[in-house]
């Protein structure tokens, strides 16, 4: 259970990422949390990243740090994931160790190199499918869903280039905030970096070195991924 939580924290963190380098934000983090802003100021914020809002799905490649409390140095990942609007997410780890995690709404489920499978159902868990909606609308920079489950903040990050941006997320339900502590995602025309901190005070940051919108239809092979 504990594992499964912590690839969803991850996918959070990977949330509407179309990631690049990542650049050096670190004297902004607790400064973009003094400035609150509603759905639409961010919206009007992040200017042309707002064109991803309107595709069908992305897709790319992401590097991952995850740093534990427990362990001196962070684990790190690499891997694929695609993002179909309707179906889910799909998030393809290939290094260190081969394992497939897939959120839908009726569920997440996670495959590991040797086959073996863990599977979390919404019926079972009724949780599991406001985690999916929160995923959801961060994959699809759907700022209106996500200001009904967190506090929105955001400001331009001058230092980072012309049209950088931060946005920083904090939970509002004592709930969602025993699973996420804060969220901060900076970009320009898109995301550039994601992090995210969860209640028990660990951190994951997500870069994507490629990722590309998918205009039209997936393929089968994609619809195939969402399948059961």
């Not at 599991?128 to 990050?157: K, N």
Request: proline share 6%; hydrophobic share 50%; glycine share 10%.
């Amino acid at each position: 259970m504990r594992a499964l939580r912590r690839r969803a924290a991850a996918c959070l963190a990977a949330l509407t990422l179309l990631a690049g380098v990542l650049p050096a934000y670190a004297g902004e983090d607790a400064a973009v949390f003094a400035h609150p802003l509603d759905a639409a100021g961010l919206a009007a914020l992040l200017g042309p990243a707002q064109r991803l809002a309107a595709a069908s799905g992305l897709r790319g490649r992401f590097e991952q740090r995850k740093y534990l409390q427990e362990l001196p140095q962070p684990l790190l990942s690499s891997g694929e994931f695609l993002f179909a609007r309707g179906l889910g997410i799909w998030w393809h780890t290939r290094v260190p160790f081969d394992s497939v995690f897939v959120l839908t709404r009726s569920g997440i489920r996670n495959t590991d190199e040797g086959g073996a499978r863990m599977e979390l159902r919404s019926d079972d868990q009724p949780a599991v499918a406001g985690v999916a909606r929160i995923f959801f609308a961060l994959f699809a920079l759907d700022f209106r869903t996500l200001s009904s489950e967190f506090d929105l903040y955001g400001m331009p990050a001058a230092d980072a280039g012309p049209g950088a941006w931060m946005v920083g997320l904090r939970p509002r339900s004592s709930a969602l905030a025993g699973v996420f502590g804060q969220a901060l995602i900076a970009g320009a025309a898109r995301a550039t970096r994601v992090e995210l901190s969860d209640a028990q005070g660990d951190r994951t940051v997500v870069a994507i070195p490629e990722a590309s919108a998918i205009e039209g239809p997936l393929t089968p092979q994609d619809r195939q991924r969402f399948a059961d």
